[in-house]
DNA sequence: CATAATTTAGAACATATGTTCGAAAAAAAA
DNA sequence: TTTTTTTTCGAACATATGTTCTAAATTATG
């Protein structure tokens, strides 16, 4: 491997590992180089390459120029225990990516529990995300909590007048809206793993 | 806003636009603190509560300690264009993130075209993840390349003998393999906007 | 109000760090 | 080989930067 590129990756893994970058002395120790002029020698190349920014006279400001892509998190929320608000920590099974620009503060997602919307493509085990500030219409896959107990995934439509939760199963059967359930977002996406 | 939460954005804000931590005394100007060392008594604090990490005697050292879930991204591939290898720009429309310890580099995504796979929750518009590293078993959901100009996902599975790539979907047919069908890779996830 | 705890200030210090320059060494080209 | 280009070295320099200490100012507490 030739220095500039050993030279690169060892401040890339600097970066990464320190969660700041290397002195020029240090790097010119890393790839055994004697002198630091021979290590600035290789930083103005890589910085004419445009592989990195550094700032003139200042410790430790080489930055990397490779576009990041920025994500967020959100929380996936597993069986909900009774009593427990929905977004608690301990109701918290895991996290999943979110392109920074779909990113919002009302998405979590919901580890979908059995087939009752398995005709609408949507399995057991797979994981919904649900958009709290959008609330389900007529025609929607909504997230609903049923006496602040339980949170299921079903179809929101009204039948002559009554609005109803409506699986994807024959199997199941509609559920008339009462004074227990609370619609708690739109579904939006979906993951699976296979 | 306390001085010590102002702190601790200005630096999180700074390691993100910059690249780099700032110094004590970029950090004293920007919150409006005379001294170095009233920046230095925030600090200290911060470190304690662990918010920040910091090395003694060292430039620019301050770190996010928050830990930092890494992401990588796949391609996802359109349409297939003949000729054009699989994984030719020209045929990405987008990327989709990976949380980095499920990544690797034989992974891609394909955007699920047709309706062909809907018994088993794959709809047109989807896009599965391929890991090009496992060879599809029988049982197995897998891509597919026919003739060289068409990706196809499918089940695939032996009926007397004979190896075929099999739709969920009644009304379509089995396809049996032969030797312009090739194996691309396993489908091992799936992403769905809805 | 008096007292204690927290926060800020100012100055001085030690040094880690980037930079520069000329020359030597190594590698590539002619 | 000779010439040119690339790479490395060593030393010296200027300064950006973290740190410490004491005292003042501010805020909280009794």
Redesign the interface.
């Known amino acids: 491997m030739n220095k500039q590129t050993e030279i690169l990756n060892y401040i890339n893994k600097k ?1 990464n590992s ?4 290397p ?1 020029v002395r240090e790097i010119a120790t890393a790839v055994n180089l004697k002198s630091t002029s021979s290590v600035q020698y290789h930083l103005d190349n890589l910085v004419k390459k445009g592989h990195l ?1 550094k700032k003139a006279n ?7 120029n490779k576009k990041i ?1 920025n ?1 967020k ?1 959100i929380p996936v929320i597993g069986e909900i225990s009774a009593g427990t608000p929905l977004l608690a920590e301990e109701n918290k099974v895991g ?1 999943i ?3 920074e620009e779909k990113y919002s503060k009302d998405l979590f997602a919901l580890k979908v529990n059995g087939d009752s919307m ?1 005709e609408a ?3 057991d085990g ?1 994981i919904v995300v649900i958009d709290k500030n959008i609330e389900p219409k007529n025609g929607d ?1 909504g997230a609903f909590m049923i006496n602040d107990t339980e949170a299921t995934i079903k179809y929101l439509d009204s039948i002559s007048g009554k609005k109803y939760l409506i699986p994807a199963n024959k199997n199941y059967k509609n559920y008339e809206i009462n004074e227990n359930t609370q619609p708690v977002g739109k ?8």
Chains 1, 2 share one sequence.
């Open positions: 970066l320190e969660g700041h970058a002195s920014s200042l410790s430790r400001s080489i930055s990397n892509t994500f998190t996290e990516p979110i392109l398995i493509g949507i399995h797979d896959i579904v939006v996406s979906l993951f699976r793993d296979i």
